[in-house]
Protein backbone atom coordinates (compact mmCIF):
# COMPACT_ATOMS: atom_id res chain seq x y z
CA UNK A 1 0.00 0.00 0.00
CA UNK A 2 3.22 2.54 0.74
CA UNK A 3 4.91 1.69 -2.32
CA UNK A 4 1.90 2.08 -4.47
CA UNK A 5 1.09 5.02 -2.41
CA UNK A 6 4.14 6.60 -3.47
CA UNK A 7 4.41 5.49 -7.06
CA UNK A 8 1.21 7.24 -7.55
CA UNK A 9 2.86 10.54 -5.80
CA UNK A 10 5.35 10.03 -8.26
CA UNK A 11 3.46 9.29 -11.28
CA UNK A 12 1.43 11.99 -10.50
CA UNK A 13 4.34 14.53 -10.22
CA UNK A 14 5.44 12.83 -13.58
CA UNK A 15 2.13 13.45 -15.22
CA UNK A 16 2.54 17.25 -14.71
CA UNK A 17 5.65 17.82 -15.97
CA UNK A 18 4.57 16.25 -18.99
CA UNK A 19 1.09 17.39 -19.22
CA UNK A 20 -0.16 13.01 -19.40
CA UNK A 21 -2.75 11.41 -17.56
CA UNK A 22 -2.94 8.94 -15.02
CA UNK A 23 -5.08 6.52 -13.46
CA UNK A 24 -5.76 4.24 -10.17
CA UNK A 25 -8.25 1.40 -11.05
CA UNK A 26 -9.38 -0.35 -7.48
CA UNK A 27 -10.29 -3.69 -7.90
CA UNK A 28 -12.29 -5.93 -4.64
CA UNK A 29 -13.03 -9.41 -5.28
CA UNK A 30 -17.06 -9.75 -5.49
CA UNK A 31 -18.13 -12.63 -2.56
CA UNK A 32 -14.64 -13.59 -1.49
CA UNK A 33 -15.47 -14.48 1.76
CA UNK A 34 -18.08 -17.10 0.23
CA UNK A 35 -14.79 -18.38 -1.22
CA UNK A 36 -12.78 -18.25 1.95
CA UNK A 37 -16.07 -19.65 4.06
CA UNK A 38 -17.29 -22.75 1.48
CA UNK A 39 -13.55 -24.00 0.02
CA UNK A 40 -11.61 -22.77 2.76
CA UNK A 41 -8.55 -20.58 3.39
CA UNK A 42 -6.16 -22.22 1.35
CA UNK A 43 -7.97 -21.90 -1.18
CA UNK A 44 -8.90 -18.35 -1.01
CA UNK A 45 -5.38 -17.71 -0.54
CA UNK A 46 -4.13 -19.69 -3.84
CA UNK A 47 -7.47 -17.82 -5.63
CA UNK A 48 -5.84 -14.26 -4.30
CA UNK A 49 -2.26 -15.54 -5.39
CA UNK A 50 -3.87 -16.13 -8.92
CA UNK A 51 -5.68 -12.75 -9.26
CA UNK A 52 -2.34 -11.28 -8.47
CA UNK A 53 -0.68 -12.86 -11.36
CA UNK A 54 -3.41 -12.14 -14.14
CA UNK A 55 -2.96 -8.53 -12.70
CA UNK A 56 0.74 -8.47 -13.14
CA UNK A 57 0.89 -10.48 -16.44
CA UNK A 58 -1.59 -7.94 -17.78
CA UNK A 59 -0.16 -4.54 -16.95
CA UNK A 60 2.50 -2.74 -19.01
CA UNK A 61 5.93 -2.79 -17.52
CA UNK A 62 5.28 1.15 -16.29
CA UNK A 63 2.20 0.31 -15.11
CA UNK A 64 2.26 -1.21 -11.43
CA UNK A 65 -0.34 -3.42 -9.28
CA UNK A 66 -0.27 -3.87 -5.69
CA UNK A 67 -2.45 -5.66 -3.25
CA UNK A 68 -3.96 -3.33 -1.00
CA UNK A 69 -5.06 -5.60 1.60
CA UNK A 70 -7.63 -8.89 2.01
CA UNK A 71 -9.21 -9.04 -1.35
CA UNK A 72 -7.97 -5.76 -2.74
CA UNK A 73 -5.45 -4.71 -5.32
CA UNK A 74 -5.04 -1.63 -6.87
CA UNK A 75 -3.31 -1.02 -10.66
CA UNK A 76 -1.43 2.19 -11.92
CA UNK A 77 -1.83 3.27 -15.24
CA UNK A 78 0.82 5.85 -16.39
CA UNK A 79 0.63 8.11 -19.49
CA UNK A 80 -2.66 7.52 -20.37
CA UNK A 81 -4.67 9.11 -23.02
CA UNK A 82 -7.88 9.74 -20.88
CA UNK A 83 -10.62 8.06 -19.25
CA UNK A 84 -11.90 5.56 -21.82
CA UNK A 85 -7.92 4.05 -22.01
CA UNK A 86 -8.50 3.40 -18.59
CA UNK A 87 -11.87 1.91 -18.92
CA UNK A 88 -10.83 -0.37 -21.72
CA UNK A 89 -8.08 -1.46 -19.27
CA UNK A 90 -11.06 -2.15 -16.77
CA UNK A 91 -12.87 -3.98 -18.69
CA UNK A 92 -9.60 -5.85 -19.70
CA UNK A 93 -9.16 -6.86 -15.80
CA UNK A 94 -13.09 -7.92 -15.88
CA UNK A 95 -12.51 -10.17 -18.17
CA UNK A 96 -9.20 -11.82 -16.92
CA UNK A 97 -10.62 -12.30 -14.10
CA UNK A 98 -13.62 -14.31 -15.71
CA UNK A 99 -11.15 -16.78 -16.91
CA UNK A 100 -11.91 -20.07 -14.40
CA UNK A 101 -9.03 -20.44 -11.98
CA UNK A 102 -8.24 -23.74 -9.48
CA UNK A 103 -8.50 -22.93 -5.97
CA UNK A 104 -8.03 -26.64 -3.96
CA UNK A 105 -9.39 -29.24 -6.01
CA UNK A 106 -11.94 -26.95 -7.43
CA UNK A 107 -12.54 -24.69 -10.55
CA UNK A 108 -13.70 -21.28 -9.67
CA UNK A 109 -14.30 -18.17 -11.59
CA UNK A 110 -14.02 -15.21 -9.82
CA UNK A 111 -15.64 -11.59 -10.31
CA UNK A 112 -15.00 -8.42 -9.19
CA UNK A 113 -16.03 -4.86 -8.99
CA UNK A 114 -13.91 -2.40 -10.12
CA UNK A 115 -13.30 1.91 -9.53
CA UNK A 116 -11.15 3.94 -11.89
CA UNK A 117 -10.17 7.28 -10.88
CA UNK A 118 -8.51 9.38 -13.69
CA UNK A 119 -6.38 12.66 -13.12
CA UNK A 120 -5.60 14.81 -15.78
CA UNK A 121 -2.41 16.85 -15.97
CA UNK A 122 -3.59 19.90 -13.59
CA UNK A 123 -5.73 17.48 -11.73
CA UNK A 124 -5.45 19.50 -7.55
CA UNK A 125 -5.91 15.60 -5.93
CA UNK A 126 -3.00 14.04 -4.50
CA UNK A 127 -2.00 10.18 -4.67
CA UNK A 128 -4.13 9.74 -1.56
CA UNK A 129 -7.45 11.31 -2.78
CA UNK A 130 -7.09 9.57 -6.40
CA UNK A 131 -6.38 6.36 -4.81
CA UNK A 132 -9.88 7.40 -2.01
CA UNK A 133 -12.18 8.12 -5.50
CA UNK A 134 -11.31 5.28 -7.16
CA UNK A 135 -12.16 3.40 -4.09
CA UNK A 136 -15.35 5.58 -4.12
CA UNK A 137 -16.44 4.49 -7.20
CA UNK A 138 -15.66 0.94 -7.07
CA UNK A 139 -18.11 0.95 -4.17
CA UNK A 140 -20.47 2.30 -6.61
CA UNK A 141 -19.99 -0.32 -8.96
CA UNK A 142 -20.68 -3.00 -6.73
CA UNK A 143 -23.51 -1.75 -5.10
CA UNK A 144 -25.27 -1.61 -8.75
CA UNK A 145 -24.24 -5.13 -9.40
CA UNK A 146 -21.03 -7.07 -8.96
CA UNK A 147 -18.10 -7.59 -11.99
CA UNK A 148 -18.33 -4.14 -13.17
CA UNK A 149 -16.67 -1.09 -13.23
CA UNK A 150 -17.64 2.65 -12.40
CA UNK A 151 -15.41 5.84 -13.10
CA UNK A 152 -15.25 8.32 -10.68
CA UNK A 153 -17.62 11.21 -9.86
CA UNK A 154 -17.43 14.11 -7.48
CA UNK A 155 -21.02 13.43 -6.25
CA UNK A 156 -20.28 9.73 -5.72
CA UNK A 157 -18.24 10.63 -2.40
CA UNK A 158 -22.00 11.29 -0.44
CA UNK A 159 -23.38 8.33 -1.49
CA UNK A 160 -20.10 6.46 -0.45
CA UNK A 161 -20.03 8.31 2.81
CA UNK A 162 -23.33 7.50 3.57
CA UNK A 163 -23.00 4.11 3.16
CA UNK A 164 -19.77 3.70 5.01
CA UNK A 165 -21.82 5.44 8.03
CA UNK A 166 -24.43 2.51 7.63
CA UNK A 167 -22.04 0.33 7.82
CA UNK A 168 -20.59 0.81 11.00
CA UNK A 169 -23.62 1.45 12.04
CA UNK A 170 -25.26 -1.25 11.18
CA UNK A 171 -22.34 -3.60 13.39
CA UNK A 172 -23.60 -1.80 16.13
CA UNK A 173 -27.34 -1.93 15.62
CA UNK A 174 -27.56 -5.60 16.89
CA UNK A 175 -25.72 -4.92 20.10
CA UNK A 176 -28.16 -2.02 20.58
CA UNK A 177 -31.33 -3.45 20.12
CA UNK A 178 -32.43 -1.33 17.01
CA UNK A 179 -33.38 -4.38 15.06
CA UNK A 180 -36.58 -4.91 15.42
CA UNK A 181 -39.32 -7.17 13.24
CA UNK A 182 -42.79 -6.06 12.39
CA UNK A 183 -45.15 -8.61 11.12
CA UNK A 184 -47.77 -8.67 8.18
CA UNK A 185 -50.89 -10.75 7.95
CA UNK A 186 -51.28 -13.60 5.13
CA UNK A 187 -55.06 -13.73 4.32
CA UNK A 188 -57.43 -16.62 3.18
CA UNK A 189 -60.06 -15.17 1.28
CA UNK A 190 -62.80 -17.69 1.91
CA UNK A 191 -62.80 -17.37 5.44
CA UNK A 192 -60.80 -14.30 6.38
CA UNK A 193 -58.64 -16.27 8.32
CA UNK A 194 -54.76 -14.95 9.44
CA UNK A 195 -53.18 -18.41 7.98
CA UNK A 196 -49.50 -16.81 8.28
CA UNK A 197 -47.48 -13.52 9.38
CA UNK A 198 -44.55 -12.48 7.23
CA UNK A 199 -41.87 -10.92 9.06
CA UNK A 200 -40.27 -7.90 8.11
CA UNK A 201 -37.07 -6.50 9.30
CA UNK A 202 -37.01 -2.87 10.43
CA UNK A 203 -33.83 -1.05 11.39
CA UNK A 204 -34.83 1.98 13.89
CA UNK A 205 -31.76 3.78 13.10
CA UNK A 206 -31.06 6.21 16.39
CA UNK A 207 -30.76 9.41 13.82
CA UNK A 208 -32.35 8.64 10.53
CA UNK A 209 -35.09 6.51 11.73
CA UNK A 210 -36.65 3.89 10.53
CA UNK A 211 -34.96 2.26 7.15
CA UNK A 212 -36.40 -0.27 5.15
CA UNK A 213 -34.46 -3.55 4.36
CA UNK A 214 -34.47 -2.88 1.04
CA UNK A 215 -31.89 0.04 1.73
CA UNK A 216 -29.82 -2.34 4.68
CA UNK A 217 -30.06 -5.60 3.55
CA UNK A 218 -27.50 -5.12 0.56
CA UNK A 219 -25.16 -3.52 2.80
CA UNK A 220 -25.71 -6.15 5.52
CA UNK A 221 -24.96 -9.08 2.41
CA UNK A 222 -21.92 -7.59 1.64
CA UNK A 223 -20.19 -7.07 5.05
CA UNK A 224 -21.18 -10.62 5.96
CA UNK A 225 -23.49 -8.87 9.07
CA UNK A 226 -26.30 -11.08 7.29
CA UNK A 227 -25.27 -14.14 8.96
CA UNK A 228 -25.56 -12.30 12.28
CA UNK A 229 -28.76 -10.53 11.23
CA UNK A 230 -30.49 -13.59 9.78
CA UNK A 231 -29.52 -15.67 12.99
CA UNK A 232 -31.24 -12.72 15.21
CA UNK A 233 -34.45 -12.80 12.65
CA UNK A 234 -34.60 -16.51 13.14
CA UNK A 235 -34.58 -16.82 16.85
CA UNK A 236 -36.60 -13.48 16.98
CA UNK A 237 -39.64 -14.98 14.40
CA UNK A 238 -39.53 -18.02 15.76
CA UNK A 239 -39.68 -17.08 19.29
CA UNK A 240 -42.87 -14.77 18.18
CA UNK A 241 -44.32 -17.56 16.60
CA UNK A 242 -44.79 -19.39 19.58
CA UNK A 243 -46.14 -16.53 21.34
CA UNK A 244 -48.70 -16.57 18.73
CA UNK A 245 -49.35 -19.79 19.11
CA UNK A 246 -49.74 -19.95 23.17
CA UNK A 247 -52.33 -17.19 22.79
CA UNK A 248 -54.95 -18.47 19.85
CA UNK A 249 -56.96 -20.84 20.58
CA UNK A 250 -57.35 -22.12 17.27
CA UNK A 251 -55.01 -22.68 14.22
CA UNK A 252 -52.01 -20.43 14.93
CA UNK A 253 -51.06 -18.36 11.68
CA UNK A 254 -47.51 -19.98 10.57
CA UNK A 255 -44.55 -17.68 10.47
CA UNK A 256 -42.70 -16.78 7.00
CA UNK A 257 -39.05 -15.67 7.36
CA UNK A 258 -37.09 -14.58 4.67
CA UNK A 259 -33.94 -15.96 3.95
CA UNK A 260 -31.12 -14.28 1.82
CA UNK A 261 -28.78 -15.75 -0.77
CA UNK A 262 -26.07 -15.53 1.59
CA UNK A 263 -27.50 -17.06 4.30
CA UNK A 264 -28.34 -20.21 2.25
CA UNK A 265 -24.70 -20.46 1.29
CA UNK A 266 -23.48 -19.96 4.72
CA UNK A 267 -22.89 -23.53 6.16
CA UNK A 268 -24.16 -22.78 9.31
CA UNK A 269 -27.74 -22.39 8.10
CA UNK A 270 -29.22 -25.16 9.16
CA UNK A 271 -27.79 -25.50 12.43
CA UNK A 272 -29.15 -21.68 12.95
CA UNK A 273 -32.96 -22.98 11.96
CA UNK A 274 -32.37 -25.98 14.20
CA UNK A 275 -31.32 -23.63 16.75
CA UNK A 276 -34.32 -21.33 16.76
CA UNK A 277 -36.41 -23.71 16.49
CA UNK A 278 -35.04 -25.49 19.56
CA UNK A 279 -34.67 -22.60 21.61
CA UNK A 280 -38.16 -21.21 20.81
CA UNK A 281 -40.18 -24.33 21.51
CA UNK A 282 -41.91 -23.62 17.92
CA UNK A 283 -43.07 -27.18 15.86
CA UNK A 284 -40.86 -27.05 12.64
CA UNK A 285 -44.04 -26.96 10.46
CA UNK A 286 -45.17 -23.81 12.37
CA UNK A 287 -42.20 -21.80 10.20
CA UNK A 288 -41.60 -21.58 6.50
CA UNK A 289 -38.17 -19.77 5.07
CA UNK A 290 -38.62 -17.28 2.41
CA UNK A 291 -35.69 -17.78 -0.43
CA UNK A 292 -35.74 -16.33 -3.83
CA UNK A 293 -34.74 -17.22 -7.03
CA UNK A 294 -31.14 -15.28 -6.93
CA UNK A 295 -30.27 -18.37 -4.37
CA UNK A 296 -30.28 -20.84 -7.59
CA UNK A 297 -28.48 -18.98 -9.41
CA UNK A 298 -24.96 -18.87 -8.91
CA UNK A 299 -24.01 -22.41 -7.53
CA UNK A 300 -27.26 -24.69 -7.95
CA UNK A 301 -26.55 -28.26 -6.48
CA UNK A 302 -25.20 -26.51 -3.62
CA UNK A 303 -28.42 -24.57 -2.96
CA UNK A 304 -31.09 -27.42 -3.71
CA UNK A 305 -28.41 -29.20 -1.10
CA UNK A 306 -29.32 -26.96 1.30
CA UNK A 307 -32.81 -26.48 0.93
CA UNK A 308 -33.10 -30.20 0.93
CA UNK A 309 -31.34 -30.17 4.50
CA UNK A 310 -33.89 -27.52 5.80
CA UNK A 311 -36.73 -29.29 4.17
CA UNK A 312 -35.58 -32.22 6.70
CA UNK A 313 -36.01 -30.52 9.60
CA UNK A 314 -39.71 -30.18 8.98
CA UNK A 315 -39.96 -26.42 8.13
CA UNK A 316 -41.91 -24.84 4.70
CA UNK A 317 -40.35 -23.71 1.75
CA UNK A 318 -41.21 -20.79 0.02
CA UNK A 319 -40.25 -19.33 -3.27
CA UNK A 320 -40.12 -15.15 -2.86
CA UNK A 321 -40.88 -12.58 -5.41
CA UNK A 322 -41.96 -15.21 -8.20
CA UNK A 323 -42.12 -13.15 -11.60
CA UNK A 324 -39.23 -10.74 -10.65
CA UNK A 325 -36.61 -12.61 -11.70
CA UNK A 326 -35.59 -15.54 -14.11
CA UNK A 327 -38.73 -16.76 -13.10
CA UNK A 328 -38.17 -20.78 -15.00
CA UNK A 329 -41.05 -22.89 -14.15
CA UNK A 330 -38.46 -25.49 -15.54
CA UNK A 331 -36.93 -25.57 -12.02
CA UNK A 332 -39.82 -25.36 -10.03
CA UNK A 333 -40.30 -29.04 -10.18
CA UNK A 334 -36.67 -29.64 -8.92
CA UNK A 335 -37.03 -27.34 -5.91
CA UNK A 336 -38.29 -28.97 -2.48
CA UNK A 337 -40.46 -25.97 -2.15
CA UNK A 338 -44.38 -25.97 -0.77
CA UNK A 339 -45.08 -22.18 -1.57
CA UNK A 340 -44.99 -20.00 -4.35
CA UNK A 341 -45.47 -16.18 -3.36
CA UNK A 342 -46.31 -14.32 -6.62
CA UNK A 343 -44.64 -10.70 -6.92
CA UNK A 344 -46.37 -7.35 -6.70
CA UNK A 345 -45.22 -7.30 -10.09
CA UNK A 346 -48.12 -8.67 -11.34
CA UNK A 347 -50.43 -7.51 -8.67
CA UNK A 348 -49.66 -3.74 -9.64
CA UNK A 349 -50.41 -4.17 -13.43
CA UNK A 350 -53.73 -5.29 -12.39
CA UNK A 351 -54.28 -2.08 -12.20
CA UNK A 352 -54.54 -0.88 -15.88
CA UNK A 353 -55.03 -4.11 -17.07
CA UNK A 354 -57.76 -7.18 -16.23
CA UNK A 355 -55.09 -9.52 -18.75
CA UNK A 356 -52.95 -9.78 -15.81
CA UNK A 357 -55.40 -10.97 -13.60
CA UNK A 358 -55.42 -13.86 -15.79
CA UNK A 359 -51.51 -14.50 -15.79
CA UNK A 360 -51.56 -14.54 -11.93
CA UNK A 361 -54.59 -16.73 -12.25
CA UNK A 362 -52.41 -19.09 -14.89
CA UNK A 363 -49.35 -19.00 -12.47
CA UNK A 364 -51.54 -19.95 -9.50
CA UNK A 365 -53.44 -22.55 -11.52
CA UNK A 366 -50.30 -23.95 -12.26
CA UNK A 367 -48.66 -23.69 -9.08
CA UNK A 368 -51.57 -25.63 -7.95
CA UNK A 369 -51.23 -28.65 -10.27
CA UNK A 370 -47.25 -28.78 -8.87
CA UNK A 371 -48.78 -29.29 -5.73
CA UNK A 372 -47.84 -25.74 -4.38
CA UNK A 373 -50.05 -23.72 -2.29
CA UNK A 374 -50.00 -19.64 -4.05
CA UNK A 375 -50.01 -16.65 -2.14
CA UNK A 376 -49.96 -13.23 -3.69
CA UNK A 377 -48.73 -10.30 -2.81
CA UNK A 378 -49.20 -6.97 -2.92
CA UNK A 379 -52.61 -6.37 -2.94
CA UNK A 380 -53.70 -2.86 -2.41
CA UNK A 381 -57.23 -2.08 -3.80
CA UNK A 382 -60.54 -3.67 -4.18
CA UNK A 383 -60.75 -3.67 -7.38
CA UNK A 384 -57.27 -5.87 -7.44
CA UNK A 385 -58.66 -8.10 -4.90
CA UNK A 386 -61.94 -8.63 -7.02
CA UNK A 387 -59.87 -9.33 -10.59
CA UNK A 388 -57.78 -11.80 -8.59
CA UNK A 389 -60.27 -13.52 -7.03
CA UNK A 390 -62.17 -13.80 -10.56
CA UNK A 391 -58.68 -15.56 -11.59
CA UNK A 392 -58.57 -17.90 -8.91
CA UNK A 393 -56.18 -16.61 -6.65
CA UNK A 394 -56.79 -17.32 -2.64
CA UNK A 395 -54.61 -16.05 -0.17
CA UNK A 396 -53.18 -12.70 -0.20
CA UNK A 397 -50.79 -10.63 1.36
CA UNK A 398 -50.87 -6.79 0.76
CA UNK A 399 -51.51 -3.29 2.43
CA UNK A 400 -55.73 -3.85 1.60
CA UNK A 401 -55.76 -6.15 5.22
CA UNK A 402 -52.94 -4.51 7.02
CA UNK A 403 -48.92 -3.24 6.57
CA UNK A 404 -47.04 -4.72 8.33
CA UNK A 405 -47.29 -4.05 11.97
CA UNK A 406 -44.85 -3.93 15.16
CA UNK A 407 -45.80 -7.04 17.07
CA UNK A 408 -47.74 -5.24 19.96
CA UNK A 409 -49.91 -4.40 17.28
CA UNK A 410 -50.61 -7.45 15.14
CA UNK A 411 -52.65 -9.57 17.50
CA UNK A 412 -55.66 -7.00 17.25
CA UNK A 413 -55.61 -7.15 13.54
CA UNK A 414 -55.13 -10.68 13.13
CA UNK A 415 -58.43 -11.29 15.30
CA UNK A 416 -59.88 -8.41 13.26
CA UNK A 417 -59.41 -9.84 9.78
CA UNK A 418 -60.47 -13.28 11.09
CA UNK A 419 -63.81 -11.75 12.52
CA UNK A 420 -64.69 -10.15 9.67
CA UNK A 421 -64.41 -13.28 6.98
CA UNK A 422 -65.80 -11.97 4.52
CA UNK A 423 -64.90 -12.60 1.04
CA UNK A 424 -64.06 -9.31 -0.26
CA UNK A 425 -63.01 -7.62 2.98
CA UNK A 426 -64.50 -3.69 3.73
CA UNK A 427 -61.43 -1.53 3.65
CA UNK A 428 -60.39 -0.25 7.02
CA UNK A 429 -61.44 2.75 7.87
CA UNK A 430 -59.30 5.53 6.82
CA UNK A 431 -59.45 6.59 10.85
CA UNK A 432 -57.50 3.59 11.66
CA UNK A 433 -54.24 4.35 12.38
CA UNK A 434 -53.00 0.57 12.69
CA UNK A 435 -54.17 -0.19 9.28
CA UNK A 436 -54.29 3.14 6.99
CA UNK A 437 -56.74 2.97 3.75
CA UNK A 438 -56.71 0.91 1.36
CA UNK A 439 -54.68 3.06 -1.27
CA UNK A 440 -56.73 3.81 -4.16
P1 LIG B 1 -40.55 -9.55 0.54
O1 LIG B 1 -40.08 -10.72 1.31
O2 LIG B 1 -41.10 -9.80 -0.81
O3 LIG B 1 -41.60 -8.81 1.46
C1 LIG B 1 -42.73 -8.16 0.99
C2 LIG B 1 -42.49 -6.70 0.87
O4 LIG B 1 -43.65 -6.11 0.25
C3 LIG B 1 -42.36 -5.99 2.23
O5 LIG B 1 -41.48 -4.90 2.05
C4 LIG B 1 -43.78 -5.49 2.46
O6 LIG B 1 -43.83 -4.39 3.34
C5 LIG B 1 -44.17 -5.09 1.07
N1 LIG B 1 -45.62 -5.07 0.89
C6 LIG B 1 -46.54 -5.84 1.50
N2 LIG B 1 -47.79 -5.55 1.06
C7 LIG B 1 -47.66 -4.55 0.16
C8 LIG B 1 -48.59 -3.81 -0.65
O7 LIG B 1 -49.79 -4.00 -0.60
N3 LIG B 1 -48.07 -2.87 -1.47
C9 LIG B 1 -46.72 -2.62 -1.53
N4 LIG B 1 -46.30 -1.67 -2.37
N5 LIG B 1 -45.82 -3.30 -0.79
C10 LIG B 1 -46.28 -4.26 0.04
P2 LIG B 1 -40.33 -4.58 3.06
O8 LIG B 1 -40.77 -4.88 4.45
O9 LIG B 1 -39.81 -3.23 2.74
O10 LIG B 1 -39.22 -5.67 2.70
C11 LIG B 1 -38.57 -5.64 1.47
C12 LIG B 1 -37.77 -6.89 1.25
O11 LIG B 1 -36.66 -6.96 2.15
C13 LIG B 1 -38.55 -8.18 1.50
O12 LIG B 1 -39.34 -8.48 0.39
C14 LIG B 1 -37.41 -9.15 1.71
O13 LIG B 1 -36.90 -9.59 0.48
C15 LIG B 1 -36.37 -8.30 2.40
N6 LIG B 1 -36.39 -8.60 3.84
C16 LIG B 1 -37.24 -8.14 4.79
N7 LIG B 1 -36.95 -8.66 5.99
C17 LIG B 1 -35.90 -9.51 5.79
C18 LIG B 1 -35.14 -10.37 6.65
O14 LIG B 1 -35.39 -10.52 7.85
N8 LIG B 1 -34.12 -11.07 6.06
C19 LIG B 1 -33.83 -10.97 4.74
N9 LIG B 1 -32.82 -11.67 4.25
N10 LIG B 1 -34.54 -10.19 3.91
C20 LIG B 1 -35.56 -9.46 4.42
MG1 LIG C 1 -40.75 -12.46 1.74
MG1 LIG D 1 -41.96 -11.05 -1.91
Known amino acids: RAMFTERVRQAIARGRRKGRCLAVIFLDLDDFKMINDSLGHAAGDEVLVEVARRLDANVRGADTAARFGGDEFAVLLEDVEGSQEAADAAQRILEMLALSMRAGHREVTVRGSLGISVAVADDARNAEELIRDADAA ?3 AKRDGNGA ?12 LARLELRTDLQRAIDTGQLELYYQPVVRLVDGSVTGVEALLRWNHPERGMISPADFIPIAEETGLIIPIGRWVLREGCRHARRLEAASAERPPRMSINLSLKQIQHSDIVADVRDALEESGLRPDRLVLEITESVLMDNTDLAVERLRALKEL ?17 YLARLPVDVLKIDKVFVNRVGQDCAEGRVAGAVVALATSLGLDTVVEGVETTWQLEVLRDHGCRVFQGYLWSRPLPPEQLGPVARDIRGAAVPV ?3 YSAADPRVGPAAG
Do not use: Q
Open 425 to 427: PAP
Open 314 to 330: GVGLALDDFGTGYSSLS
Open 149 to 160: YRLFEPAMHEGV
Open 138 to 140: MYI
